[in-house]
């Protein structure tokens, strides 16, 4: 999986953020400071409506 971070990450190792990875359906997502524990998948239009409702309400 290619995984990618905000470019809003903060931090000296740029570690205190969630990594996403796109796939096909899906969008993973996981801890960036424990990448290893697990991660949430969600189906790709419901990540893009979530993504896109934080933009207009933030």
Known sequence: ???????????????TCVEIAALTTHIVVRDSKAPARGTLSVPAPSFTRFIEYLKRHS
């Open 1 to 15: 999986m290619n995984w990618r971070k905000s470019t809003y990450s903060g931090g000296g190792e740029g570690n």
